[in-house]
T-cell receptor
C-alpha cells in the first residue's frame, strides 16, 4: 500500500540549476496537487490537476511547470532554481468525491 | 485578502483543557471544508470533514457558519498527543472546476502536562 510516493526526499540545488520532483500515486485518483510549505507557514498550492492531460495553476505557480500524461504521475519541474524556492514540497492526491487528500512524505529542497 | 485565514497561535494549554480554533474563508462559493492535522516535519493528514449541520468525532467537534464564512474546531479534554498544527482546508471555488484545495496557514497547539 504505497499511496503517494515522492522522490527525492532531500535535494540541494545551486542557483540556476533545474530539477524535477517526482510524484506517483497508486490509488487511481483523478486529482493531484503540488504544494510548497515554508517554515512556520501553511501549504501554498502551486499547481493541480483534475485528470490526465489537464493541469491548472494554483496560488504560486511562477517558476514551476507540471505535466500529467498519466493518472499515476504528476512531476513538478523547476527550470531555473532560485533561493526563494527553498521549501518543503508536498504532492497529494484525492478521489473524485472525497475531500480527503493523501500526501507524500515531502521533498526538502534547498537552493544555494 | 488570503483565501483561508487562521490565527497561527501558538495555543499553549494544559492537559484536559478545551480549546477552539477558528478559520475564515473569502470565497462564498466554496463547497467543502475540512480540518487536517500536521505533526512536526510530517505530511498533513485528514482529521475530519466539516458538515453544515456540525459534526463530532470523539473529543473533536467541527462547525461551519456559511453566512459568516467561518469554520471552527473544538477540542475537549486535550491530550499531550493533540500537540500539532491544525490546518483549515477549503475545497472548490464556485467554478465548474471543483479541484482546488486551499490550505490555511495552520494553528499550532501545544498541550502541556
Amino acid at each position: 500500500n504505497a499511496g503517494v510516493t515522492q522522490t527525492p526526499k532531500f535535494r540541494i540545488l545551486k542557483i540556476g540549476q533545474s530539477m524535477t520532483l517526482q510524484c506517483t500515486q497508486d490509488m487511481n485518483h483523478n486529482y493531484m496537487y503540488w504544494y510548497r510549505q515554508d517554515p512556520g507557514m501553511g501549504l501554498k498550492l502551486i499547481y493541480y490537476s483534475v485528470g490526465a492531460g489537464i493541469t491548472d495553476k494554483g496560488e504560486v505557480p511562477n517558476g514551476y511547470n507540471v505535466s500529467r500524461s498519466t493518472t499515476e504521475d504528476f512531476p513538478l519541474r523547476l527550470e531555473l532554481a532560485a533561493p526563494s524556492q527553498t521549501s518543503v514540497y508536498f504532492c497529494a492526491s484525492r478521489g473524485t468525491v472525497s475531500g480527503e487528500a493523501f500526501f507524500g512524505q515531502g521533498t526538502r529542497l534547498t537552493v544555494v | 485578502r488570503k483565501e483561508v485565514e487562521q490565527d497561527p497561535g501558538p495555543f499553549n494549554v494544559p492537559e484536559g483543557a478545551t480549546v477552539a480554533f477558528n478559520c475564515t474563508y473569502s470565497n462564498s462559493a466554496s463547497q467543502s471544508f475540512f480540518w487536517y492535522r500536521q505533526d512536526c516535519r510530517k505530511e498533513p493528514k485528514l482529521l475530519m470533514s466539516v458538515y453544515s449541520s456540525g459534526n463530532e468525532d470523539g473529543r473533536f467537534t467541527a462547525q461551519l457558519n456559511r453566512a459568516s464564512q467561518y469554520i471552527s474546531l473544538l477540542i475537549r479534554d486535550s491530550k499531550l498527543s493533540d500537540s500539532a498544527t491544525y490546518l483549515c482546508v477549503v475545497k472548490g471555488d464556485g467554478s465548474s472546476n471543483t479541484g482546488k484545495l486551499i490550505f490555511g496557514q495552520g494553528t499550532t497547539l501545544q498541550v502541556k502536562p
